[in-house]
């Protein structure tokens, strides 16, 4: 670092003079005053600095210096005079090179728009806060940026986003991602981040419906970066380290501690509770150590003292320490990258590489991803420019890790250990009693115990992935005024899945023994004593191609027409084969055949006659074709009236080709209107002003339907019989037509005070229509029930975003404020289900209850505790504890309808200080109006899965208790119905409402120029800081359902822009 | 710009190509095993999956019959309709039933309608009789289940008059629902299992396939359940012919979990109950006076039954399927023709034939060297020994519903079933309307057909 600093206080010198000023400023665009980034000052050609990602600007110069250059990309050369004696603070703005285009232009995938002649809803991401995330995945630097976007945490797949909430129930939520006028088919984990130039949110009709029938969810429009014509050299670097800790076990509130867990156990044993799985001489159920040793000591195989003191030794164990100790680790991502960008004449290009390694918070798990991208352009010959772009990534990910050791279908009981003190691996129980496994097999079986560190190490699972897009393009003006574009892309893609358990793996071990024949002191291998291979190779493979002819010409000043149309086909197909070898060695590759027909005795009878496995048998192939037409035009009238019309056919496979003829084109139309403008509009303080009005269709594509009867065929290892086979799907129904959702969006956008204040408010109201659901019919049919075009969603929102820069001598403060309102409603469907008791669970799946929130959190009504502990539930009005009525036949004057677990009103208010190169920035994020259920202790669970929770030291526990509690009391034994009752009541549901610190990054940027150090940018960056203010007194953290959050990660990063 | 002038004729060229190969473009299906149905091997394919059209005999009656029993604390934990059927309330839901026997008559009908589409050539006339016989043998098996349940026993008199069941016979699903009666019912089962005769192999393998004596012995099932004695005769002969196959008990092991294999050489054409916890070994508990019943070389007393405890008493094993989880055999086998064939006999021709045919059989049931052949001295005897050997070895195999719905006919063969449960006797007299069961609702409101009576 001190290096670093010597050679740029050297450059530093260099470029001072004797006698100097120092002037400082900043470069604005003349036309929407956003602050320049990377504009070049120069003296007599030479630059002398650069401004910084705020526009600024300072430099020292000779006293006689009168006259500086700026230059900025896509800007006009501007001459600043120097006036001697003035204050020397430059505020300068640039006019774009391109007038007639505008300089901010919205990419839709098909064109650029220019913004002020956009009449739909563009939401334009502010690269600025996207490239102050260090994530690796794109998707992850959009949260909390874009207003609207909603993550959806709870599902513990990785967020599902989703935009203006819900139009399909069984389509998928997730927006449409475009990456370079292409739709992207392949997994977004593969783009790298800092290889982004822009990324614009196409939300309502004017702006999706040019993508037809896949616009339904809204469309993400990523465009990677590209060289300029005539630019000098330039790269870019970025190192970033980030760390995250391990999560936060201790405060799992799904547990109680062992103390605890070890009387229960010795109460129930006392309770015989045990002893139909004790006196099990068949399969040989799990029995846990504490009950193993007061099994021992009834049998007086040991004495009461030595069993105390066996127990005594457990209870100073805690297993959520030994997860955290042997389980988990502090991550480390480490992400670098590199852009180059060059330009001549004739020629540019970019090129990003980068490397992201990351090593997970879960012991052996993580990935390095290494990804090259590549985007060309030349222009051989006066109106033709070729683009090529390629696209590569490798995506080595480990999937090692365990995060539990659970024991079949229970939760590993709280005082088992990973290790002795020595280090050594102990066993915990698995699938059979302990005290079975010490005499099975009389030493000729494998070793049958399960040692959770030794898996750990043995695990060898990965998955290799590689993508490859290609992408060309040519651009030809005809005439001035016309242009022909054509555009190509094809993208392949593989994803290679191996499983290896080797012969020393638990899973390996104990299939052998399990169809091991004993006769004598010889032992016949059914399933070959070696490792065990799955392999599962999915591949996809994609094709699109695109003829457009651009249309643009202006007349007498004022009438202007923009307009496109073209054709697109495109391809995609998926293949998916995946195999097992028995027998499989690493060490020669050998594997074995094994009878997969036959069934064969399970050794010691612990089940009746089995096949051996035949998972990890795969095979699959789809195909999806689409043929569409397009067009898109609008006309503006002395710059202050703009129509814009699109319409779009979409035609595919999926339907047959008897339902493509039949449907009406997506379509949209718009207005805008640029009051800033008119000659009567004469209020100073605006220097925007523009009202948007728009209405069209977007579409769902749904493969649920299918208009002709179809069958699908199995392979016959997927039956026990062995022949191959084939079931129906669906009988014919030729009325299927694509979902629409016909969207209304009024906008205004509002620019005042110099700019120093801006604002976007878009309210919307979307009517999806023709949702493709399932309807009853007769069974008699032999079907019960059909996809039919039936449903409807109305789904409305206001989405308002603020911005402001104010400065006050070197202090800048740039807030950022963002805000969505949502509220879906089911307004049609038609089937109706026999029970509530489908309704009534954590609320995060779509619900279809015509009437109701897709998303409703539905509750049994919780009357209080009896005097006796038992929860009160309420049938057919009236108090109730007929828990197995009250599950089976509720109605709805026994439940209570909460809300949505949906919010109806988030956002995030982002602040930005800056003081003089120092920027921080913290992101809040808020989130209110939605309910969450919790979990709590069920002792059905905990007595027969082990499961335990925190409620169980708040239960009732006497009289008078049911005054404090809701929290039922602890009986034997249990009851199933009662704990399910309990889960599922109205006393388990909070309010969701919180406010939290997304994250906060520290960013400093150095000023000198020619030095090493010139533009570069040092960053910290902390995130899953925290909720700082909740609505439920609970401790938890809605978002998260009942999984745990992830524990605070924090970076530091170098970063010069390209 | 000269070479603008070429470039729209080859735009226009361009576009005209691409447009009508479009059409081909877009008729590639979209999913692989994905297909609308065309040929034979498909037909065949959907024929064969055993578990749609082999596995879901109706369970209803099994929990109905007299054949166990279960301890109070299972009859607690069971859903309401599991109660409802075991104590004979009158309501009960039993839309599965329903809705899994008409998927197995719509993938018939599909099959079908495929063998009337496709012409039966030189090279493909086996395959396609094949699938044709299937087709109208899954599609009676399925009738005659469906009738077992949801229409009144069988009677040569009344049988114009009474409803029977819906008889779907195409896949169309516009076709409205209407009950024939019982006779056609009977009629289009019996006429498509002869139709099926002479289309179907042999015999095939695995049995879950229909062969030639499956639709004999289902012919003899059916004649026999319509007292029909001459035909039952008849067919359960002819498929004694094909298949007569019996096995030795003396080779089956009693120390295993499930001593029968599936597929073994008694069984004809496979078929099973879907597979509930409830029909476990560990679940169906036999009548202590019905254990005691079985002589102790009886062979079938420990291949059949496993002692659980002494105070549960006695569980089923004797699954012709080989599991223990509940998926009980309920098809076809050798063991019931030769009881079908000792029955008819002793019906119509007479005690001697009729004891010959059953100590034929008895004999593989019982330990080697102690069997003393049963005797009979008028075929009343004959036919009252025939029918307690009939209980003895089809129990758990859904037949008993059946057998007491026939029994029920006749007020000599009369029986009164009795329940126990918490203390409660429930009870349900002969031929009391509760022998049949109702239409799902969803049916009933749908299709506006009339509902079943049930008290």
């Given at each position: 670092m001190k290096y670093l600093f010597t050679i740029s206080c050297f450059f530093f010198h260099i470029t001072c003079w004797s006698q100097t000023i120092s002037i400082s400023g900043t470069v604005r665009s003349a036309q929407s005053h956003a602050f320049i980034a990377g504009a070049s000052i120069l003296h007599d050609g030479k630059a002398i600095t650069i401004t910084d990602s705020l526009g600024r600007f300072y430099c020292a110069l000779p006293a006689h210096v009168r006259e500086?250059?700026?230059?900025?990309?896509?800007?006009?050369?501007?001459?600043?005079?120097?006036?001697?004696?003035?204050?020397?603070?430059?505020?300068?703005?640039?006019?774009?090179?391109?007038?007639?285009?505008?300089?901010?232009?919205?990419?839709?995938?098909?064109?650029?728009?220019?913004?002020?002649?956009?009449?739909?809803?563009?939401?334009?991401?502010?690269?600025q806060l996207f490239y102050r995330n260090p994530a690796t995945s794109v998707l992850a630097r959009l949260e909390g940026i874009v207003p609207g976007l909603y993550f959806s945490k709870t599902s513990g797949t990785g967020p599902e986003l989703s935009l203006r909430g819900?139009?399909?129930?069984?389509?998928?939520?997730?927006?449409?991602?475009?990456?370079?006028?292409?739709?992207?088919?392949?997994?977004?984990?593969n783009i790298n981040p800092n290889d982004i130039e822009s990324i614009v949110i196409l939300k309502d009709a004017a702006a999706a419906s040019i993508w037809g029938a896949r616009s339904g969810n809204a469309v993400i429009v990523i465009t990677t970066k590209k060289g300029r014509y005539r630019q000098a050299f330039k790269f870019g670097i970025t190192a970033n380290l980030t760390i995250e800790n391990k999560p936060r076990l201790l405060s799992d509130p799904n547990y109680i501690g062992v103390s605890d867990f070890i009387s229960i156990e010795k109460e129930l044993f006392k309770n015989n509770f045990y002893n139909t799985a004790l006196s099990n001489t068949t399969s040989r159920p799990v029995i846990s150590p504490v009950v193993e040793i007061l099994a021992r000591q009834k049998a007086g195989l040991i004495t009461q003292q030595q069993a105390d003191q066996f127990i005594a030794a457990?209870?100073?164990?805690?297993?959520?320490?030994?997860?955290?100790?042997?389980?988990?680790?502090r991550s480390q991502y480490r992400q670098y990258a590199l852009n180059l960008s060059y330009g001549s004449d004739k020629i540019n290009y970019f090129l990003g590489a980068g490397l992201d390694h990351n090593q997970a918070t879960v012991v052996r798990n993580g990935n390095r991803r290494i990804t090259f991208n590549s985007n060309t352009s030349i222009r051989p010959v006066k109106h033709l420019e070729i683009s090529l772009g390629i696209m590569y990534a490798n995506n080595a990910i480990d999937r090692n890790g365990l995060t539990t050791a659970n024991p079949g279908s229970k939760v590993l009981y709280p005082y088992a250990r990973f290790a002795d003190s020595l280090g050594n691996p102990l066993s915990v129980i698995k699938d059979y009693r302990e005290a079975y496994l010490d005499t099975a097999g009389r030493g000729l079986l494998l070793d049958w115990k399960y040692r959770p560190l030794d898996e750990l190490a043995l695990a060898d699972n990965t998955v290799a992935s590689t993508d490859l897009v290609i992408k060309l393009g040519i651009k030809y003006s005809i005439i001035k005024s016309l242009g022909l574009e054509l555009n190509g892309q094809y993208q392949q893609g593989s994803d290679i899945t191996t499983i290896h358990y080797s012969q020393q793996s638990y899973y390996a071990r104990n299939l052998i023994n399990r169809f091991s024949q004993l006769s004598g002191s010889n032992v016949k291998y059914i399933v070959p004593n070696a490792g065990i291979l799955d392999k599962t190779f999915e591949k996809l493979q994609s094709f699109g191609a695109r003829a457009q002819l651009n249309f643009s010409q202006q007349w007498a000043g004022r009438h202007s027409i923009t307009a496109i149309a073209g054709t697109e086909i495109k391809e995609i197909k998926t293949l998916l084969n995946g195999y097992r070898l028995y027998g499989y060695s690493s060490n020669n590759l050998g594997f074995a055949f094994v009878d997969q027909v036959n069934r064969y005795p399970v050794y010691g009878n612990l089940s009746g006659m089995q096949t051996i496995p035949t998972v990890g048998f795969n095979t699959g192939a789809a195909n999806n074709r689409f043929v569409s037409l397009y067009a898109n035009a609008s006309y503006t009238y002395g710059s202050r009236y703009t129509l814009s019309l699109s319409a779009r056919k979409d035609a595919s496979n999926l339907f047959g080709v008897a339902s493509n003829d039949k449907w009406s084109p997506f379509w949209s139309a718009g207005f805008a209107w640029n009051m800033i403008k008119e000659s009567f509009f004469h209020a100073a303080a605006f220097s925007e002003l523009k009202m948007r009005i728009t209405y069209g269709y977007n579409g769902n594509i749904n493969k649920s339907g299918k208009a002709l009867p179809t069958i699908t065929s199995g392979p016959a290892a997927n039956q026990q019989i062995n022949i191959p086979f084939a079931y129906i799907n669906n009988l014919a129904n030729n009325q299927l037509r694509w979902e629409r959702s016909g969207i209304i969006n009024v906008g205004v956008d509002i620019t005042v005070f110099s700019r120093r204040l801006s604002a976007t408010i878009d309210y919307f109201q979307k009517r999806s229509v023709d949702i493709l659901a399932s309807v009853s019919i007769d069974p008699t049919s032999g079907m019960r029930t059909e996809y039919r075009n039936t449903a409807s969603i109305l789904t409305k929102g206001l989405e308002i975003s603020v911005q402001s820069q104010l400065s006050y001598r070197s202090v800048t403060w740039r807030p950022v404020f963002i805000m969505s309102t949502l509220s879906n409603k089911v307004t049609k469907y038609e089937r109706t289900t026999s029970s509530l008791s489908a309704y009534i669970n954590l609320g995060y799946n779509i619900n279809e209850r015509q009437g109701g929130d897709p998303y409703s959190l539905i509750s049994y009504k919780f009357n209080g505790l009896d005097s006796l502990g038992n929860p009160v539930g309420s049938l057919n009005g009236q108090s109730s504890k007929d828990y197995i009525n009250i599950l089976s036949k509720a109605t709805w004057d026994d439940v209570k309808i909460h809300g949505s677990t949906r919010p109806k009103l988030f956002g995030n208010f982002i602040n930005a200080f800056s003081y003089r190169r120092l920027t921080a920035t913290v992101n809040m994020g808020y989130r209110f109006g939605y309910y969450f259920r919790r979990n709590t202790i069920s002792y059905y669970n905990l007595y027969n899965s082990w499961q335990g929770h925190i409620d169980y030291y708040n239960r009732w526990q006497a009289p008078g208790d049911e005054l404090k509690t809701t929290i039922p009391s602890m009986i034997f034994p249990a009851n199933n119905n009662r704990d399910r009752f309990y889960q599922n009541s109205s006393a388990t549901v909070s309010k969701g409402d919180n406010i939290r610190i997304q994250d906060i990054s520290l960013a400093y940027q150095f000023k000198s120029s020619k030095s090493v150090l010139s533009g570069l940018q040092l960053q910290c960056f902390l995130s899953n800081i925290g909720i700082i203010w909740r609505a439920n007194n609970h401790g938890l953290d809605p978002d998260y359902g009942t999984r745990m959050p992830p524990a605070l990660s924090y970076g530091v990063g170098i970063k010069k822009a390209l | 710009m000269k070479q603008h002038k070429y470039m729209m004729p080859v735009l226009a060229m361009l576009l005209t190509t691409l447009l009508p190969s479009c059409k081909k473009f877009l008729d590639q299906k979209p999913n692989h095993a994905l297909s609308v149905p065309a040929t034979l091997t498909e037909a065949r394919d959907l024929l064969n999956n055993y578990v749609v059209m082999n596995c879901q005999t109706p369970d209803m009656s099994m929990e109905s019959d007299d054949d166990f029993y279960m301890t109070d604390a299972l009859f607690n934990t069971s859903n309401e309709s599991v109660k409802a059927a075991y104590c004979w309330k009158k309501d009960l839901v039993t839309d599965l039933a329903w809705e899994n026997m008409y998927k197995v008559v719509l993938t018939a009908n599909m099959a079908l309608e495929l063998t009337r589409q496709i012409a039966p050539t030189v090279q493909n006339q086996v395959e396609w009789n094949t699938v044709k016989g299937m087709a109208l043998f899954h599609r009676s098996h399925a009738f005659y289940q469906l009738a077992q349940c949801y229409a009144k026993p069988y009677d040569q008199v009344t049988a114009v008059a009474e409803p029977g069941i819906p008889l779907r016979l195409a896949s169309d699903l516009n076709i409205p629902t209407i009950r024939s009666t019982l006779q056609e019912t009977y009629d289009q089962i019996i006429n498509d299992l002869k139709q099926a005769v002479p289309l179907l192999q042999v015999t095939?393998?695995?049995?879950?396939?229909?062969?030639?004596?499956?639709?004999?012995?289902?012919?003899?099932?059916?004649?026999?359940?319509?007292?029909?004695?001459?035909?039952?005769?008849?067919y359960a002969d002819s498929c004694l012919q094909l298949n007569a196959g019996l096995t030795n008990y003396n080779t089956v092991s009693a120390s295993a979990v499930a001593p029968f294999q599936q597929f073994n050489t008694e069984v004809i054409f496979a078929s099973t109950l879907a597979g509930l916890s409830r029909f476990s070994v560990n679940n169906l508990l036999v009548d202590s006076n019905l254990f005691q019943s079985y002589h102790g070389n009886d062979l079938r007393r420990?291949?059949?039954?496993?002692?659980?405890?002494?105070?549960?008493?006695?569980?089923?094993?004797?699954?012709?399927?080989?599991?223990?989880?509940?998926?009980?055999?309920?098809?076809?086998?050798?063991?019931?023709?030769?009881?079908?064939?000792?029955?008819?006999?002793?019906?119509?021709?007479?005690?001697?034939?009729?004891?010959?045919?059953?100590?034929?059989?008895?004999?593989?049931?019982?330990?080697?060297?102690?069997?003393?052949?049963?005797?009979?001295?008028?075929?009343?005897?004959?036919?009252?020994?025939?029918?307690v050997e009939r209980r003895k070895q089809l129990i758990g195999r859904g037949l008993r519903w059946h057998d007491l719905r026939r029994y029920n006919q006749h007020s000599s063969t009369a029986v009164t079933l009795m329940r126990l449960v918490n203390g409660n006797t429930f009870e349900l007299a002969p031929a009391h309307p509760n022998y049949t069961f109702y239409i799902p609702q969803i049916v009933i409101d749908q299709s506006g057909i009339p509902q079943n009576i049930r008290q």
């Open positions: 500086l250059q700026v230059r900025a990309v896509e800007y006009k050369n501007f001459v600043l005079s120097i006036t001697p004696n003035a204050s020397h603070q430059y505020n300068i703005s640039l006019q774009p090179l391109t007038t007639t285009m505008g300089e901010v232009t919205l990419a839709t995938g098909y064109q650029h728009i220019p913004r002020e002649r956009a009449t739909g809803a563009f939401g334009k991401v502010d690269m819900l139009s399909t129930f069984t389509a998928g939520v997730s927006p449409l991602l475009i990456v370079d006028n292409f739709p992207y088919e392949g997994d977004i984990s457990f209870s100073v164990n805690d297993i959520r320490r030994e997860y955290l100790r042997h389980f988990y680790q | 095939t393998m695995p049995v879950s396939i229909p062969s030639k004596a499956a639709a004999y012995a289902m012919l003899a099932r059916i004649s026999h359940a319509m007292e029909n004695y001459e035909d039952a005769l008849r420990s291949l059949f039954f496993k002692n659980l405890s002494p105070q549960v008493g006695f569980g089923f094993k004797g699954n012709y399927e080989g599991n223990t989880y509940g998926q009980l055999f309920t098809g076809l086998a050798v063991d019931e023709m030769y009881l079908i064939k000792a029955e008819c006999q002793a019906r119509l021709i007479g005690f001697a034939a009729a004891m010959d045919t059953l100590n034929a059989f008895l004999v593989t049931r019982w330990r080697t060297g102690t069997f003393t052949p049963f005797a009979a001295a008028t075929d009343q005897q004959a036919l009252d020994i025939i029918l």
